[in-house]
């Protein structure tokens, strides 16, 4: 118990019942000074005047889980959302801890401000891949600060062409943290690249994963093998583990590939993802199974086979909807061909805001979400977000799609999709006269979308 003084009794206290009044005055300013020193069960404890309250116990910090999207054009905060948890998950890595950045394009200083801070200060490992279409200055800082001796703890590197294949690009966006703030084992994923124009010109969806240590582990044996800057052996896998099933890429091309390696059309991750579906005898309102879609590139041969995939499940009955920032004229054809139950609903996601002939708004998102009957189970929840676009890239380069069992986490990206669908998309148009039967209803012109905001354009490829 600590001590407490009571004042001296004063030699001019007065007398009756003032010094009565004056001694109860004394009795209530000592219980004041002994509450601080003993309380009564349950009491809180009175502080003295000018002493410092005691510290609140810090609260841990973890990265905000789950999925997270970006607004672009709004400024603040909700632009530069996903930009910035992965700065705070980089300002809070531990001690000699590792993170690990693949980036198809990286422009942003800030991060490679707070990449080289973490190292310079807490002596954090960083290790960062991007694809080699060029260099700005926030990668020529962060390749004079980090070096490109890959042997080393921290490095920078680009990949001449895909990290693990044979030719194309580096197309995989994610980031590993072995340990920051109470967190081990983090993966951020998703759309998101380390790029200006990905906060101001695009919708990107960046998914967090703390703690599992299983896709972790996954894909740091990914990364060493990137770092070589040669053909993985194996280069596709396929693996599953709970509620996640994750899908690498590429497949090996000719000359590589095996009869049991080589991409065939079975092979492909979305055809595997979409074979399960059963269109009927779902636990939805209308009993049909939800199929929704967010692509940003689609196109070319692959792109058409996806297309066709999906329009045979709308024709099976399936309640699907597609939004696409760019389609090929090949992919455009598909979504142009009726089936008994119509056209497919397909909106574009691409706007051209200045005026210029060329889209400069739209949705980044590689986004495929499945509610219904999926596997034999009528009520199932799918998410499928990576970094792979619709397109015959997507089979040779360096990619990831993560397939992901979550009712919650679909709620999120179903809510998301809805208000992009109803508030950022626009209609095709149509083209010619719609299209020319012959009398036994054989196409002789097919019809098209003449959507001049969904041309082919190489430039698609470079995002």
Known sequence: MSQVNFPPRSRSLPRGRTALRARLALLLVTAVALSGAVLAPGAAPVEAAGAPAPAAKAKKWYPTPGVKFNTPRVGGERQFRLEQQIIEAIRHAKPRSTIKMSMFSFDRMPVADALIAAKRKRKVHVQVIVNGHETPGAQSKLR???????????????????????????????????????????????????????????????????????????????????????????????????????????????????????????????SRLLAPIKCTGAKTDSGRTIVRVNMHAWDADRGKMIANKFRDLYAKGCDVKIMVGYAGAKVRNVFASRTKRGLMPTRSTGFDTDYDSEVDLYSHEKILLINGNYGGDRGKKVVVTGSSNYQNGGQYGDELILRVFSNSLYRRYADNWGMKWRNETHGFSWGGSGGLRSASGRWLVPPVYADDLGIDSEEWRDE
């Open 144 to 270: 004079k600060y980090l070096g490109k001796k890959r042997h080393r703890k921290s490095w920078f590197y680009q990949c001449k062409a895909s990290c693990r294949g044979q030719g194309d690009v580096n197309h995989s966006k994610f980031v590993l943290f072995s340990r920051t703030g109470a967190a081990k084992n983090v993966v951020m994923l998703g759309s998101l690249n380390m790029k200006l124009n990905g906060a101001e010109n695009q919708w990107n969806d960046l998914l967090t994963v703390n703690s599992s240590p299983k896709l972790y582990d996954t894909l740091h044996g990914v990364f060493k093998e990137m770092k070589r800057d040669r053909l993985a052996r194996p280069a596709y896998i396929s693996k599953e583990f709970g509620r996640y099933h994750l899908y690498v890429l590429p497949f090996p091309r000719k000359g590589a590939a095996t009869k049991r390696t080589k991409y065939t059309v079975n092979r492909d991750p979305i």
